[in-house]
């Protein structure tokens, strides 16, 4: 087994996950190294999303495996997940809007009975989020868009995860609140040490944060390699980044778009 193998925390081997008759993922096989942040890259309907729910345990997989910590957690019970390490922060955020900020980082605590670390991982999260402190006693529905998102990393981080699948945190969020709650994931990423699955449509950003990526296309990965790499392949600054080629006469030079298969 190599290196790269046994330093994975999460495995994925050939699986497909379909909503009824159709498809959304097809033999995805990918794996996130402990203590690194991973990005997949994709459209809008390429399949992301479904990757996370699927590794969650919201929705089980018609073929292939899931292992997280070197166990296999194929289609087990997502309450079970957490209990393992393992958070799932969803796109839209699903905070819970007529609970408070506090009792909505108490829900991500659920599955834990040690009340001295719940408590200081709360001062911890406080900490990233010093707004969430301010607004304890508010209702969560009350909350901008931007601290919505920080609450739902939040909660997530109060179950005392190894590892975040995190879907979309810039969804709906100004270009400053996207810096601002990137600027925290890093720093989750490296003060805790907590690995990162990464979904986000801002590729540039992803990019930039990431150590390693994979690009998704009709449900199938049709590329990785580490993000510095990435960022430096024509397809990707072209379809991803907004990059065009220019010729010598300084006029656009459009290109073909290509099916990675």
């Not at 931007?146 to 879907?167: K, N, V, W």
């Not at 810039?170 to 720093?187: A, D, H, M, Q, Y």
């Not at 430096?232 to 290509?258: A, N, P, Q, S, T």
Request: aromatic share 4%.
């Amino acid at each position: 087994m190599s290196a790269a193998v046994e330093s994975a925390i999460l495995r994925l081997l050939n699986v497909e996950s379909a909503y009824g008759p159709v498809k959304a993922i097809r033999g995805v096989s990918l794996q996130v190294p402990r203590g690194q942040i991973v990005t997949v890259l994709g459209s809008n309907g390429a399949g992301k999303t479904t990757i996370l729910k699927t590794i969650s345990g919201i929705l089980d997989p018609t073929r292939g495996s899931v292992e997280f910590k070197g166990h296999d957690i194929t289609a087990r019970d997502p309450a079970l997940i957490v209990q393992q390490g393992l958070s799932h922060v969803p796109e839209g955020r699903e905070v819970f809007p007529l609970l408070s900020v506090h009792d909505n980082l108490m829900m991500g605590a659920y599955t834990r009975s040690d009340r001295d670390g719940v408590a200081r991982d709360l001062q911890t999260v406080y900490g990233f989020f010093p707004d969430l402190k301010k607004r304890s006693a508010q209702d969560a529905g009350l909350l901008s868009g931007g601290q919505q998102q920080m609450l739902a990393i939040s909660r997530a981080l109060m179950a005392a995860p190894e590892l975040i699948l995190l879907d979309e945190p810039s969804l709906g969020l100004s270009p400053r609140l996207t810096r601002e709650i990137f600027e925290i994931v890093v720093r989750i990423n490296r003060e805790r040490g907590t690995t990162i699955l990464l979904v986000e449509q801002n590729a540039n950003m992803a990019l930039n944060v990431a150590d390693h990526g994979y690009v998704l296309e009709n449900g199938r990965v049709v590329m990785e390699d580490s993000c510095e790499r990435l960022r430096e392949k024509d397809d990707i600054k072209e379809f991803y980044l907004g990059i065009k080629e220019v010729g010598e006469r300084g006029e656009r030079r459009w290109k073909k778009k290509k099916t990675w298969r």
